[in-house]
């Protein structure tokens, strides 16, 4: 009997199920949020976290804080280049790459989820509030998510161009 490894025998899972989750998640979450609150108003799931934590509905039409607001046509550009770019890097990747896989899928999602509200309603949702930081979304946390993965997958890979770590002595 074969032993199935899901870590390495599933690359197009590990790549194309992460972005429709991340996409699913991230929509469904919109919708609530869209379907629930009005612009502004927040809501506290856990009353006593009210001070560090709340869902607030806002919306962004420019990038990452607020920047550039009003530049939702050329984020909406910069977001097609991205997947498109997303896809095409992923067709060459070599199939035991668990983690970079997972790292575009996560990256992937969170872009075509951002990308279909700026499509859609012209805008970004966002709802994450912690008080201290911009309000966010599930989009923006799997974004940040991946290219955290894919920065530590550069960082400490040992195959790099052929080359291997050697310590000296």
Known sequence: MR????????PKWAFLG???M???VDQ??????LSNLSLGEMWNPIP?????????????????????RDQGTLFSIVAFV?????????????????WLR??????LGGAVGNLLDRVRLGRVVDFVDFKIWPVFNLADTAIVVGVGILAVYLLFSKEEAGETLESPG
Request: aromatic residues 18%; glycine residues 8%; proline residues 3%.
């Open 3 to 10: 032993e199935t490894n899901l870590w390495r025998g599933s």
């Open 18 to 20: 992460v972005a429709a």
């Open 22 to 24: 991340v996409l699913l």
């Open 28 to 33: 469904a979450s919109k919708y609530i949020v």
């Open 48 to 68: 006593f976290l009210r001070p560090f934590f709340t869902i607030t509905h806002v919306t962004n039409t420019g990038a990452a804080f607020g920047l550039f």
């Open 82 to 98: 991205v997947v498109a770019g997303i896809l095409v890097f992923y067709r060459y990747l070599p199939a035991d790459q668990f």
């Open 102 to 107: 997972v790292s575009l899928g996560l990256q």
